[in-house]
């Protein structure tokens, strides 16, 4: 695994042997700057853990304006959602700077978590981490832009 877990937050807890499994239900993705990586609505079809570059996840407000809702760096991941809800993305994730990301799809990281119910453990309550973090920054932002229409 080329990333140090130490920098990717959701593997931070995993032993070099745990990592060392999870590497291997992961391939490595490249994209480049513009590119679509999940698009609003789709089905996701697996976690992605970005090892380099930066995205953006972007929701539509009506029809054409387009809102970032956050901006994800090396260590952070996207697509747990629907890879646990089995759900259509509730937003887009799209590429700023050409990004690398290690893939676990669907099936290898369920078959993963099944065999090996600690790293499993270690996995989702990163996802709840990291998801209660979102919220909170969520929340944040939408008192700010109440307060700033006042």
Do not use: W
Not at 92 to 120: G, N, Y
Request: with cysteine; glycine share 6%; net charge neutral.
């Amino acid at each position: 695994m080329n990333a140090s877990p130490q920098r990717i937050g959701i593997l931070s807890e995993l032993s070099p042997v745990e990592l060392e499994l999870l590497a291997g239900a992961c391939v490595e993705r490249s994209f480049h700057a513009g590119d679509t990586i999940i698009a609003d609505g789709a089905m996701g079809d697996g976690l992605f853990i970005i090892t380099k570059g930066t995205v953006s996840v972007l929701k539509y407000s009506g029809s054409t304006v387009e809102i970032e809702l956050a901006r994800l760096h090396a260590g952070e991941h996207f697509g747990e959602m629907s890879l646990i809800t089995e759900r259509p993305a509730s937003a887009s994730v799209r590429v700023r700077s050409d990004v690398t990301c290690l893939f676990a799809s669907r099936e290898r990281f369920h078959l993963l978590l099944r065999a090996h119910p600690e790293i499993a453990r270690k996995v989702l309550l990163a996802f709840v981490t990291a998801l209660s973090r979102r919220r909170t920054q969520s929340e944040r932002d939408y008192s700010s832009l109440l307060h700033r229409e006042r």
